[in-house]
């Protein structure tokens, strides 16, 4: 009775063996559509080729550089807005600060040579009058440019918070989000010293001769910023859904 169980067997595996062999070769055999989903097991795992899953490494890798890139020139712009308004091209008063030093010490030297010929009345009577012109210079009201440079420092303050988004983000809505945050922000930044603040009307005030047109190329160059970064986002992120839609794993979790 074990004999003819064994011979058994040996056929079915045999047979087995054939159909298999037969349908890896593209041949006909009996169990052919059950073998055939069998060996498309293999078919699946071939498209996850290394080539593949390098260029998916390689866009994931290009994302994390764009976030970690665009991040580091919102910052960048953002300090920019704060810093040239107040130090590196000063407004009129942030000018005149600056300049009254050596201003007083150039009108004390002078005070000192004629002091000998000068009454003793009259000196006293120009140290009174200085003293409420200085109180007078005191009170007034600040310039038009220094409420522009405070509006600017807003403007900063906002590229310094879409800079932490950028960087931070993990997905193109987020990004898309902040990237339209910094292309309008660019457009306030041109608009406030141009239209709707202004800056002093003297062609030869330092916030027109200076602050003006740093603010103004500034804002023009984070402006085709913002546009180049959204469209680079955009073709990534069409790039992901199109590598998920063909039916690969998605290890882009940052896309």
Known sequence: MLKPCRSLLFRRLAGLSGDLDGD???GPSDGGPRLSR???GPRFFLRLAPARLGSLARLESSVMTFRLFSGAVCLLVGLAYILIPWFIFPICERADRAAEPAAQSHAQSHD???AADRPMASGVAQGSAQGAGASAGHDRTHMVCWHMAKAE???GILALWAAAVLVTSRTHDRRAGALSLTAGLAVLGGLLPAALIGV???PSMPCRVGTLPALMVLSAFFFLFSLVAGVWSAKAARAAQAAQAAGRPQPI???
């Open 112 to 114: 000192h040579a004629q």
């Open 200 to 202: 002093c009307p003297g």
């Open 253 to 255: 979790a940052h896309v």
């Open 153 to 155: 420092l807003g403007v």
């Open 38 to 40: 069998l060996a498309g």
């Open 24 to 26: 890896l070769a593209g």
